[in-house]
Each structure stands twice: as C-alpha cells, then as structure tokens.
C-alpha cells in the first residue's frame, strides 16, 4: 500500500516534469536520476537520523558511539539479510541489490546463505517425504 502510493506520487512527478530522465528506480531524485551519495548523505540520512533524537543543542546529529550501526551501507546490508532469511536466492539478490556478478553477493552475503542451504534441505525433504506418503 505505501509502495503504491509512492509510486502513484512519482508518476506525478514524471508527469509535470519537463527534466525526468527514466532510470526505473522506486527511489529516484526529482528528475529521476540516481542519488549523488553526497547529497543523500546531506540532505536525506541526515536530516532523518536527527529525527531519532541523537542531536546536540544546536540540532545537529550526533551519532551514538558505533555511528556505522546507522549508516547507509548498514541499512543495505540489513536488506541484503532480510531478503536471504525470507528465501530471496542468491541471482534475484544480486539484482536488487545492483552488484555486477552473483560471485560478489556471495562473497559479501554468502555466510548469511548457510541458513538458507539448510531450509532448502529442510524443504526437499518434506516434499520427499510427502510423495513417499502418498505412494505407499
């Protein structure tokens, strides 16, 4: 339902901007470009981090002791794991997650792939096991 009304909200904005460059991207700049990480970093990350309450007097962000729990590549990999854990395979991963060969996922996820290997013998088992029952 959000992802809709957000999708409903870009196409808006593709609509009556005369600069809209397609990407296909779910979370596009207002021209719909890729994020400069700069300015993502500036004016998004930050600005919702302050929201958390870790801010001085003045305002301004002020991370916890390990402020890389709440950086971006922290938010990626906490995707990246969700996805396994929900069964995402390793090819639809590689996509989503923009990397250029399913080697790299791998490399990066592939330790969080073991559960995964586990379920997947989990689940042919079950499935033998049911064509068993139902043949004898």
């Known amino acids: ?26 979370f596009p700049t207002t021209i719909g470009t ?26 301004n962000w002020v991370p916890p002791l390990d402020h890389r729990v709440y950086g971006l590549y922290a938010l990626r990999h906490t995707f990246a794991s969700m996805q396994i854990a929900d069964g995402v395979d390793d090819f639809t991963l590689k996509e989503r997650m923009g990397h250029a060969s399913v080697e790299f996922t791998k490399d990066v996820y592939g330790h ?8 997947a013998r989990e689940a042919m088992g079950a499935r033998m096991r049911a064509v068993r029952a139902r043949n004898s």
Do not use: M
């Not at 957000?6 to 600069?19: C, G, V, Y």
């Not at 890729?34 to 305002?59: M, Q, V």
């Not at 969080?112 to 379920?119: I, R, V």
């Open 112 to 119: 969080l792939f073991d559960n995964a290997q586990e379920q």
């Open 34 to 59: 890729h994020w400069d990480i700069k300015n993502l970093r500036e004016r998004e990350w930050r600005t919702a981090l302050a929201k958390t309450g870790y801010t001085d007097e003045a305002g």
């Open 1 to 26: 339902e959000s992802l809709d009304r957000h999708l409903n909200q870009q196409f808006d904005i593709k609509r009556d901007s005369p600069n809209w460059v397609e990407n296909n991207l779910v």
